[in-house]
C-alpha cells in the first residue's frame, strides 16, 4: 500500500534510513523462505562462504547457531552497559556528596556529611539504571531500530516471519546479486521472491521446501486460511 | 512431531514443556493471540467490571485522602506506621516474583519460565504501580511530593539521601523503570507478530508503532539477546536490592524487632515467596479462562510450588533465628517484642501469619499437592495473606509496644484503610485485565525458541567453523569416548 | 534465547552415549594428587605437633589459631557438602561431572569431627563466656548462661560434626554406589533427600557459626552471621572444585587417562568452568551484600553494643586489614570475575580461583582475630596451624580420590553434562 504522508516524513529521519541501503527507491530485494531453522542455517552458511555480505535471515525466534552461520561478529551492547553502568553510579554517589557534604549540609543523627555507607543503595540503584539504559537504548542503536518502514514489510508472505517461517533476504547492492537466488534455492528455500524498488513483489522460485534433520516444521503446517501468493 | 530425545530427562523423564497436539510455532502463535483477537471470554468482562469497581473505591479513597488529610487512616500514636506501609511492602514483594521470574530463571536457564514470564512481568508492573501509590499518598500533602526528586529549586531544598525512605523513591522507581524496559524488549517480537497480523489498519499502527518494525532480523537478534542477557543480569542483583532497600525502611532504626541484620534476604526471600503465589493464583485463573492448559501446564505449577516451599522454608529460618537471637543478645526489649508477638494482643495475627507462611506451603512436600490445581490455588491464596500478616506483625507489634509502657496502645484501621487496600486491588486487576485483552500474555518467540524443533539436528558439519579459542584445546582422543562433534550424517 | 542446555550434536543421545568406564576417570597411578596423601599427610601431622608444642605457653593465642585453621578449611568441606545438596536439589544436569569432585570434598568430614576434639578441650582457654567467674559479675552473659555453657557447647559441636559427617559421607557412598549399579533411581532418591539435608545443613551451619565464632565476643550478636558464614563457604567451595577439576585433568600420564591428559581431560570443558565462574562471581557479589548489609545497619543505628564489633575491626591496626578486605574480596574480583573471559580460560579462573581462596582466609582472619584481641598481623602459629589442618586436609581428600572415579559414572546425567554448552 502506498506510505501515508506521516510514514514518507518517518522514513526520512536518518536512522530510518537503515544506514545500510543506497538509495531506498532503486534498492531491489530478494526474499527466500525457508520451513524450518535447519535449512535456514544451511541457506546461511552458504550465503557466508559466498562472500555475500548485503544479506539477513529472519527469524521468528533467535535461531541457535545462525549466528555463526552468518558469520556474525559478537555484539558491542556489553560496551554500552558497562559505560552507562559505572557512569550512572558515579552520578549517583557525586549527587548525593554534592548535596550532604558541599550544598546544603546537614548534621543527621551524628553522621559524617559524606556518609557513604547511607549512600550505597541510591548509587548502586542508580547505577544499574544506567546499565539498564544502556542495554535498552545499545541494542536499539546498534540494530537501528525503530525503523517502521522496510522495503521487507512489502511482501505479504513475510508476516510469517513473525509466526513459523525462517527468512532470507539479500539486498541488490550485494556484490553476489547475480547468483543470490540460485544459492537460496539451492539451499532448499521453499519459495523466493523478488522485491522491487516501487514496492511490488513478484515470486521468482518455488521450491519443493527440503527440510534437513528430523525435527522440522513440516510443510503441511501451514496456517488454514492462508492466502497463497498470486 | 518428533521430540528430541535430548529434552526427555533421563531420570524424571520430564514431559514436554508444551503438551498438546498444536505444540507447533503456529500453534503456539494461534493460542496466544486468540484472547488478543477474538472477543474475551464472560469471565474477563466480569472481572474487569468488578476490578473497575474497586478501581473506582480506590480513586475515592485517594480523593478523600487528600481532601481530608492522613487522619482519615487509624495511623496515630503510638503506631505512626500502619496500613499504608504494610501495602506498600506488600505490593512491592508481589513484583518480585515477576522479575525472579523473567531474570533469575534466565540465567538459571530453566526453560519452563517462558510461558509465565510475560504474565509475571506484567504482574510485576502493576504490583509495582500499587505499590508507589502509597507512599505517593501518605505524605500528607501529596502535591509537593515532588520534593523528594533531586531536582535544583528556589529553596536550596534538597532530598535526606541519608534516609532509607529516599533511597526506597530511587529503589522502587528505578525498579518500575527497569522492569518495564524488560518487559518491553521482551514484547517487541510479540508486538511484532500481532503487527503482522492484525486486521484492522488501528491495530495494525498501535502494535506497528511500539514493534519498531521488528522484522526478526538475526543480526538484531543478536543484539537483542545480548540485552536481553544484560538486563536479566542487571535485574537480578536489582531485585535483590530492592526489597532489601524496602526491608532497610525498617532494619536501620533502633526498634526492636525492626533492627536486626537478617531483614534484607529474608525481606527478598519473603517477597519472592508472596509473588510466586500471586503468579500461581494469576496463572491458576488465566490458563483455563484463556484456553493456555497446553502452555501453562503441570510441570510450571510444580516448578513455582518448590520455589514456594524453598522460599517459605527461608523465611521460616528467619523466623526462627530472629527468635533465638532476642533470646541470645539478652535484650530484654527485643525478647519482650517477640514474646509479645506470640501472646500479645496481637498474637492473632502472629499466629495466622505463622501458619498461612510456615504451615500452609509444607503441602509442596508432596508431588500432588504441586500439581494439583485446588490445592495451589489455597495455599497461594493462604501465602498472600499470610505475608500480608508478616508485614503488619513486623510493622505493628514493634511501634504499638516498644520501649516505655506509658507509651503503649492498640492500632485499628479505619474503614479508609480498609477501602484504600482493597481498591489497590482494583487497581492491579484492571491493569491486569487490561493487559490479558491487549498484549499477548505469553512470550510467543520465547516458547518457540524452547520447543525441540527450533534447534537445527542434524546438520552436516560447518565447513568453516569459528576459530577456537587458544584456551579451547579440543578434547584429546581417548579410547572409547566418541568426540562430541556430529558424526555426519542425519540420523 | 532461552538457550538449550542440552543441545547437542548427533553423537550423543542420551543414554546411548558411549559409557565412560570407572578406570577411565579413575585417577592414574603416577598422578600429582595422589602425591597429596604422603605430603599432606607428613606437612600436616608435622605442622600441627609444631603448632602445639609452638604454643604450649600460650593457649589463647594456640586456639585462636587452631580455630581460625580449622574453621577455614571446615568451610571448604561444608561448602563441598552445600554444591553436592544443592546440585541435587536442582536436579542440574550440567554439573555431573564435576561433582564426584565435591563429594570427595564433603567427604573429609569426618576428619574435622576428629580435628574439633581439641577445641571441645580448649573451650575454657579459647572463649572468655567459660571462664571461670566470666558470669558473676556480667548479667548479660549470665542470662545467655543456659546456651553458653561448656557441657551444651561440646555436645552442639559433636552434633554439628556427626551430623556433617554422615550427610558428607552418606551422599559420597550413595553416589559410588551409582557407579556400578548406574540405577537411576539412585538420582531419585539422593534428590529427594538433599532438600531436608539442605534444612540441616542450614541449621547446624547457622548455630556453629553462632557457637564457635560470633561467641568469641559474646556480647555481640547478629542475626545474619550465619548467612555470613554461608556465603564464603560458597565462594571457597566454587573456587576449590574450579581448581581441582582442572588438577585433574592434568595428569600424570598412564594408560587410562590418554596420552597426557588427566582423567577429567576432555570431559570437563570450558564451559563448565564458565558455570562455575558464573557461581563463584554471584556468591562473591551474594557475600558482599550480606557484609555490606550487616556493617551498614550495624553504623547506621549507631548502637553501642552493636558497633563495637566493627569498633575492634577499625582500631588497632585493623582498619587496614578491613578495607584490604573490601578490596580484594569485592572490589577486583568483581570487576575479574565478571569477564566473559575470564571464565572461559582455564589458567585466568585459576588465578582468581586461589585469590578467592585466600581472600576467603582473609575473611576469617578479620573475623576471629580482633574477637581474640589478636594484633592484625598473622604469626608463625597462624601459619603452622594453616598447615597442619590444611596438609591433613589435602590428605585425607587425597585418600579419598585414590580409587574411586572422578566422576560419577552412573548418573542418568552424565550424558548431559558432557555435551553442555553454556549461553
Not at chain 1, 550505597?120 to 541494542?139: D, K, Q, R
Not at chain 1, 525462517?166 to 534455492?185: G, I, K, N, Q, Y
Not at chain 2, 511500539?210 to 536489582?238: D, N, Q, V
Not at chain 3, 585433574?248 to 594408560?255: A, I, N, Q, T
Request: proline share 7%; charged share 15%; net charge neutral.
Amino acid at each position: 500500500m502506498s506510505q501515508p504522508l506521516l510514514s514518507r516524513l518517518l522514513s526520512r529521519l536518518p536512522w530510518a534510513k537503515g544506514g545500510d541501503a543506497t538509495d531506498p527507491a532503486e534498492l531491489r530485494l530478494l526474499l527466500a523462505e525457508y520451513e524450518s531453522p535447519g535449512a535456514l542455517i544451511l541457506a546461511a552458511r552458504k550465503m557466508r562462504d559466498a562472500g555475500c555480505t548485503r544479506w539477513d535471515a529472519h527469524s521468528p525466534f533467535p535461531v541457535h547457531g545462525l549466528e555463526k552461520a552468518m558469520g556474525l561478529k559478537s555484539s558491542m551492547v556489553p560496551l554500552f552497559v558497562l559505560v552507562l553502568g559505572l557512569g550512572g553510579a558515579a552520578a549517583g554517589m557525586a549527587l548525593q556528596w554534592w548535596v550532604s557534604a558541599v550544598e546544603y549540609p546537614l548534621l543527621v543523627s551524628g553522621k559524617p556529611m559524606f556518609s557513604w555507607p547511607a549512600f550505597v543503595p541510591i548509587t548502586f540503584e542508580c547505577g544499574v539504571l544506567g546499565g539498564a539504559l544502556g542495554a535498552v537504548f545499545g541494542f536499539l542503536g546498534l540494530a537501528r531500530l525503530p525503523r517502521h518502514h522496510h522495503p521487507l514489510f512489502a511482501s505479504q508472505r513475510f508476516e510469517r516471519m513473525s509466526d513459523d517461517r525462517f527468512f532470507l533476504s539479500v539486498e541488490s547492492d550485494d556484490p553476489h546479486w547475480d547468483r543470490a537466488a540460485d544459492l537460496l534455492a539451492e539451499a532448499g528455500a521453499s519459495r523466493i521472491e523478488e522485491i522491487g524498488g516501487d514496492g511490488s513483489v513478484k515470486e521468482v522460485h518455488r521450491g519443493s521446501g527440503i527440510t534437513s534433520g528430523p525435527t522440522s516444521g513440516t510443510a503441511a503446517d501451514t496456517a488454514p486460511g492462508t492466502s497463497e501468493e498470486a | 512431531m518428533a521430540r528430541a530425545v535430548a529434552d526427555i530427562d533421563p531420570v524424571e523423564h520430564r514431559p514436554a514443556l508444551v503438551t498438546g497436539d498444536d505444540a507447533s510455532f503456529h500453534g503456539i502463535t494461534e493460542t496466544v493471540v486468540a484472547p488478543v483477537e477474538w472477543k474475551p471470554p464472560l469471565g474477563w468482562y466480569l472481572t474487569f467490571a468488578v476490578s473497575l469497581a474497586f478501581l473506582g473505591l480506590f480513586g475515592v479513597s485517594i480523593a478523600w485522602l487528600i481532601w481530608e488529610g492522613v487522619g482519615v487512616w487509624g495511623n496515630n500514636q503510638p503506631v505512626g506506621w500502619g496500613w499504608p506501609i504494610v501495602n506498600f511492602v506488600f505490593w512491592v514483594g508481589i513484583g518480585h516474583a515477576g522479575t525472579l521470574i523473567s531474570a533469575v530463571l534466565f540465567l538459571f536457564r530453566q526453560k519452563w519460565r517462558t510461558s509465565i514470564n510475560r504474565a509475571a512481568e506484567a504482574m510485576t508492573l502493576f504490583a509495582v504501580a500499587c505499590a508507589l501509590t502509597f507512599p505517593g499518598i501518605h505524605t500528607g500533602r501529596p502535591w509537593v511530593d515532588y520534593w523528594m526528586l533531586p531536582a535544583p529549586n528556589q529553596m536550596s531544598m534538597w532530598p535526606q539521601f541519608r534516609s532509607p525512605l529516599m533511597w526506597d523513591v530511587f529503589a522502587v522507581s528505578i525498579y518500575g523503570l527497569v522492569s518495564l524496559l524488560f518487559w518491553y524488549v521482551g514484547l517487541i517480537p510479540d508486538l511484532a507478530t500481532l503487527r503482522d497480523r492484525a486486521t484492522s489498519r488501528v491495530r495494525q499502527v498501535a502494535y506497528g508503532i511500539f514493534a519498531l518494525g521488528w522484522r526478526g532480523s538475526m543480526r538484531h537478534w543478536l543484539h537483542y539477546e545480548k540485552a536481553y542477557l544484560l538486563l536479566a543480569g542487571l535485574a537480578t542483583p536489582l531485585v535483590l536490592s530492592v526489597h532489601s532497600v524496602v526491608s532497610f525502611d525498617f532494619a536501620v532504626s533502633q526498634l526492636p524487632g525492626w533492627h536486626t541484620t537478617i531483614f534484607p534476604p529474608y525481606f527478598v526471600a519473603g517477597a519472592i515467596f508472596s509473588g510466586m503465589a500471586m503468579v500461581i493464583t494469576l496463572m491458576v485463573i488465566c490458563r483455563v479462562v484463556f484456553k493456555l492448559t497446553n502452555l501453562i501446564t503441570p510441570l510450571h505449577f510444580d516448578r513455582m510450588a518448590k520455589l514456594i516451599l524453598l522460599t517459605g522454608t527461608i523465611v521460616g529460618y528467619a523466623y526462627a533465628t530472629e527468635f533465638f537471637v532476642a533470646w541470645y543478645s539478652g535484650n530484654p526489649f527485643e525478647l519482650f517484642a517477640f514474646t509479645n508477638r506470640a501472646m500479645g494482643p496481637y498474637a492473632w495475627a502472629y499466629w495466622i501469619m505463622v501458619s498461612c507462611n510456615v504451615l500452609s506451603p509444607q503441602v509442596f512436600w508432596f508431588k500432588k499437592a504441586r500439581t494439583s490445581i485446588p490445592v495451589l490455588f489455597v495455599v497461594s491464596i493462604l501465602v498472600n495473606i499470610g505475608m500480608w500478616f508478616e508485614r503488619f506483625v513486623i510493622v505493628v507489634t514493634s511501634l504499638h509496644r516498644d520501649f516505655l509502657p506509658s507509651s503503649w496502645g492498640y492500632f485499628r484501621p479505619s474503614f479508609w484503610d480498609i477501602a484504600t487496600f482493597l481498591g489497590s486491588f482494583g487497581l492491579f486487576f484492571t491493569l491486569f485485565c487490561l493487559f490479558v485483552r491487549y498484549l499477548p500474555m505469553v512470550a510467543m518467540s520465547e516458547v518457540k525458541g524452547v520447543l525441540p524443533q527450533a534447534h537445527a539436528h542434524g546438520l552436516p558439519p560447518d565447513a568453516t567453523p569459528e576459530k577456537p579459542i587458544a584456551d579451547e584445546a579440543p578434547p584429546r582422543p581417548r579410547p572409547g569416548l566418541a568426540r562430541p562433534e556430529p558424526e555426519g550424517s542425519p540420523s | 534465547m532461552a538457550h538449550d542446555d542440552a543441545h547437542h550434536e548427533d553423537a550423543h543421545h542420551g543414554h546411548d552415549a558411549p559409557k565412560i568406564t570407572a578406570d577411565r576417570v579413575a585417577l592414574p597411578a603416577g598422578h600429582p594428587l595422589r602425591r597429596l596423601l604422603p605430603v599432606g599427610g607428613a606437612v600436616g601431622a608435622l605442622a600441627l605437633v609444631a603448632t602445639f608444642a609452638l604454643g604450649l605457653g600460650h593457649p589463647h593465642e594456640l586456639y585462636s589459631s587452631y580455630l581460625l585453621a580449622f574453621f577455614y578449611w571446615l568451610t571448604l568441606a561444608l561448602g563441598g557438602l552445600f554444591f553436592v545438596l544443592l546440585q541435587f536439589a536442582t536436579r542440574a544436569g550440567w554439573s555431573v561431572v564435576v561433582r564426584r569432585v565435591a563429594e570427595h570434598v564433603s567427604g573429609t568430614l569426618p576428619l574435622f569431627a576428629l580435628l574439633f576434639v581439641p577445641l571441645a578441650l580448649a573451650v575454657g582457654q579459647l572463649y572468655h563466656w567459660s571462664e571461670a567467674g566470666a558470669m558473676d559479675h556480667d548479667p548479660l552473659l549470665a542470662g545467655k548462661a543456659p546456651y553458653l555453657n561448656e557441657g551444651f557447647f561440646i555436645t552442639r559441636g559433636v552434633f554439628f560434626v556427626l551430623a556433617w559427617s554422615l550427610l558428607g559421607w552418606w551422599f559420597r557412598r550413595r553416589s559410588m554406589a551409582q557407579d556400578t549399579s548406574h540405577d537411576p533411581g539412585a538420582t531419585r532418591f539422593l534428590q529427594s533427600a538433599s532438600a531436608p539435608a539442605l534444612i540441616v545443613f542450614a541449621v547446624t551451619l547457622t548455630f556453629a557459626s553462632f557457637d564457635w565464632v560470633m561467641s568469641l565476643d559474646p556480647h555481640w550478636y547478629s542475626t545474619i552471621f550465619g548467612v555470613y558464614i554461608f556465603a564464603g563457604c560458597a565462594v571457597a567451595i566454587f573456587s576449590l572444585v574450579s581448581l581441582l577439576s582442572m588438577a585433574l585433568e592434568k595428569g600424570g600420564g598412564s594408560k587410562s587417562g590418554g596420552p597426557s591428559g588427566g582423567p577429567l581431560a576432555g570431559l570437563v570443558t570450558v564451559e563448565h568452568y564458565h558455570d562455575l565462574g558464573k557461581l563463584l562471581f554471584g556468591f562473591v557479589v551474594f557475600w558482599a551484600y550480606i557484609a555490606f548489609s550487616q556493617f551498614m545497619l550495624i553504623w547506621y543505628s549507631n548502637i553501642p553494643e552493636e558497633t563495637v564489633w566493627y569498633r575492634h575491626r577499625l582500631e588497632h591496626g585493623w582498619k587496614a586489614v578491613t578495607i584490604l578486605l573490601a578490596v580484594t574480596h569485592f572490589a577486583i574480583p568483581f570487576f575479574y570475575l565478571i569477564l566473559r573471559r575470564t571464565k572461559r580460560n582455564r589458567p585466568l579462573l585459576a588465578i582468581g580461583c586461589l585469590w578467592m581462596l585466600a581472600v576467603h582466609w582473609l575473611d576469617l582472619f578479620w573475623l576471629i582475630k580482633p574477637a581474640v584481641g589478636a594484633g592484625p598481623m598473622p604469626t608463625l602459629l597462624d601459619l603452622l596451624a594453616f598447615l597442619g589442618t590444611g596438609g591433613l586436609f589435602l590428605a585425607t581428600l587425597a585418600w579419598l580420590m585414590r580409587k574411586p572415579a572422578t566422576v560419577p559414572v552412573g548418573d542418568p546425567r552424565l550424558a548431559e553434562s558432557l555435551s553442555f554448552e553454556n549461553m
